[in-house]
Nanobody
Framework: QVQLVESGGGLVQAGGSLRLSCAAS????????MGWFRQAPGKEREFVAG????????YYADSVKGRFTISRDNAKNTAYLQMNSLKPEDTAVYYC????????WGQGSWGQGTQVTVSS
């Protein structure tokens, strides 16, 4: 498994942008698909975006399509989530997920989470 550490969260006004980073340890990072989930108070954790090990395929929740972009740099063992046009409903703790290929999103390793707060 890989160990994951998120960063980049914070407080931003509606319409603003943030870029989250997920730094991974371990040589197997490049063989893992990477995903971002979020959990708002009182709600279940939900899938936000995912990217294949090569970066060739990306996946998004309908609620963030066109606003969020997931990417990765395997040379830096880091995955990113660029969040634009943020809305108050994007407020949540964002978690990075690293999973082996051919397993379901949410399997594998998790980071500790980073708080994103969007003010109206």
């Amino acid at each position: 498994q890989v160990q994951l550490v998120e960063s980049g969260g914070g407080l931003v006004q509606a319409g603003g942008s943030l870029r989250l980073s997920c730094a991974a340890s371990g040589r197997i990072f490049s063989s893992y698909a990477m995903g971002w989930f979020r959990q708002a108070p009182g709600k279940e954790r939900e899938f936000v975006a995912g990217i294949s090990w090569s970066g060739g395929r990306t996946y998004y929740a309908d609620s963030v399509k066109g606003r969020f972009t997931i990417s990765r740099d395997n040379a830096k063992n880091t995955a990113y989530l660029q969040m634009n046009s943020l809305k108050p409903e994007d407020t949540a703790v964002y978690y990075c997920n690293g999973k082996p290929t051919n397993t379901a999103w949410g399997q594998g390793s998790w980071g500790q989470g980073t708080q994103v707060t969007v003010s109206s």
